[in-house]
Every structure is written in C-alpha cells, then in structure tokens.
C-alpha cells in the first residue's frame, strides 16, 4: 500500500490531480519546488552553509594558485628548471580546475524547479568528474614535458629555484589539508579532488626539489636529475587521478554510499515504533546531500492514517539524526507480505 503522494512521500506542492492544498506536516530537511522564500523548512537551508563553506574554499585556493603559478612559472624560466616550469604549468590547471569546481557548487545550489525537479545537485558530481579527468591530463603532460627534456640535453637549474620550491611545498600542503578537512565536512567530491590537485601540486614539487638538488650536487652529468624527479611525482598525481576519478564515476552513476551509512539509516528507521522491519532502503548522492528511497513494514491490519503518520515519523527521524539526507521517500508495505 503506498502512501497518499500530497503529503507522506516529499511534503512538496499539492497533487496536479486533486489540486487540493497539502496539509501541514512537521518540518523536514528537503527540496520543496513552491514553497515560500525564506522558509526554512521549505528550502535547502540544512545545504547552504556546506555548500559555502566549499565554495568559500574553494576561492581561496583559485588565489593561491594564481600567485604560485606566477612565481613558479617565471623562477623555473629564469632559473632553468623544467621541473619547476611544468609544476606552474601544473598549478595553472589546478586554478582552471578551482574555477570548474567554484562553478559546479554555484550551480549544485541552485533550487529544484518544474524543469528540473531533483535540483541541480548532480552538478556538483560533474565537478569533481572534471576535477579527476584534468589531473590525469596534468600528469600525462608533465609526463611528456619530462621525457622529452630527458632525451635532450640542457643546462642544469639554478640555486635560487631550491628556496621557491620549499616555499610552493609548505603552502600547496597545507592547502591540501585545509581543503581536505573542508571535503569532509561537506562530503564535496569534487572539493575532495580540489584537494588533491594540492597536494598533487606539492609532490611534484618535492620531486622537483630532490631532483634540482641531485643536479646541482652531482655537477656535469645529472642535469637530468631535475627532469627524472618530476617524472617520479607524476606517478604519484596518476595514481592518485586513478582513485578520484573512480568516486566521481560511481557517485554520477548513482552508486551506493559506505554499508556503515546505510546500515545506520536502516538502524534509525528500524528504531521507530511500530516499524516492524525495513524491506527495502536505497540512497544516492545529489550534490552535498542524500536522496533516498526506504520500504518499512507495518501492522497489516493499520489503518491508512495511522501508517501515514508512522511514515513521517520515520522520515523525520532519519533526517533529525543525519542532516546529510536531504529527502526521504517512505513506502509503505504490509508486514509478513511476501511481495
């Protein structure tokens, strides 16, 4: 038996068919198309604050490697560092990467309409997809950049790019920690690649610093040095790409979140009175937040209104306890029924 769609499954605007006007259920974390500005029970509010915590990130990482890449750029063309010139080169993907990512949080945010009733949280999913394809790109051409100055002899770096590269080193790590900390607040994807484009930035560059060093100790003969240690850290920004790119493919498939966070759903469902069992639960990622679908099992013999009101209680608790689920839909099922 489903449940009467104009108030039990998302609480949004009355049925097309009755037209009738929804009634008044307690407040729950969701999307709803026409409610009322500024109502907080009516709006994504529970996403906002994760969704600018992100972004705001995000911004500052776009500065930082705006500087980095200018400093690194010019020091490894005066300095003659192609390890130090590719890792600019580096660093000005991650700024493009910064801005994709920026972009695609701006749009996540944006509320469900007619057009697009879900909202447009697959944005975000999108974003850390680009985010993983563009530093596997970066690897690839620091790849090649590295090779080729191999197989070519040319004039070792100079001195004054070691200091730079401690410089670029400490600043990228501890972005890349920050950002880390702040993708797993909001459970951004994307933001969590952003991230690892940092700290992708900061293991070139320590390549490029053994290498540079190893040059200059070893004198005539090690030049080469330089080019080898950005060709080691490009391993590093692969694997790396390899991973982030296989969570951005399963979340913009729709694949399952961890068994620890379903089985708590299930848990906190399971929990409510007169539940009986939990025939079904499925969830998917949209945005920074969680969609999902949950079957509980009830008295057969209960009346309609009063499984309605179980039905809320149910979602009303799973959104109390986990304010990452944006949305709950509840189906009802006759308990020992065995369809």
């Known amino acids: ?160 790019t070691l200091p730079v590269l401690v410089v670029v080193i400490i600043t990228k790590e501890l972005l890349s920690r920050h950002a880390l900390k702040k993708s797993e607040e909001t459970e951004s994807t994307a933001l969590k690649g952003d991230a690892w484009h940092h700290r992708a930035d900061a293991i070139t560059s320590a390549a490029a610093f053994v290498g540079i060093l190893v040059a200059l100790i070893g004198g005539p003969g090690f030049e080469k040095a330089d080019d080898i240690g950005a060709l080691v850290g490009c391993t590093v920004i692969v694997f790396n790409g390899i991973l982030l790119l296989r969570t951005a493919l399963h979340e913009n498939l729709d694949g399952a979140p961890s068994v620890q966070l379903l089985e708590q759903v299930r848990s906190a469902a399971a929990a409510v009175p007169e539940v009986m069992g939990i025939e079904k639960l499925r969830m998917k990622k949209m945005g920074l937040g969680y969609f999902m679908d949950i079957h509980i099992e009830v008295d057969p013999d209960m009346t309609v209104v009063r499984s309605h009101q179980i039905a809320h209680e149910v979602k009303d608790s799973i959104c109390r306890d986990f304010p990452q689920v944006t949305d709950v839909v509840t189906h009802i099922e006759p308990y020992g029924d065995g369809d």
């Open 1 to 160: 038996m489903d449940i009467p769609p104009a108030g039990s499954l998302t609480g949004s605007a009355p049925t097309p068919l009755s037209g009738q006007p929804v009634r008044k259920n307690p407040p729950h974390r969701h999307f709803t198309l026409n409610g009322p500005a500024g109502d907080p029970t009516l709006s994504p509010a529970s996403m906002t604050g994760q969704e600018n915590i992100a972004a705001r990130t995000v911004v500052k990482s776009m500065a930082v490697n705006a500087v980095l890449a200018l400093v690194k750029i010019v020091t490894g063309v005066v300095g003659n560092s192609y390890a130090l010139i590719a890792d600019g080169i580096e660093s000005l993907n991650d700024l493009f990467s910064s801005l994709v990512v920026w972009c695609s949080l701006k749009v996540a945010h944006r509320p469900p309409s007619e057009k697009y009733p879900y909202g447009l949280g697959k944005a975000e999913q999108l974003g850390a997809l680009f985010s993983a394809v563009s530093l596997l790109a970066a690897g690839g051409v620091i790849i090649w950049q590295s090779v080729g100055n191999i197989i070519h002899r040319h004039e070792p770096p100079a001195w004054f």
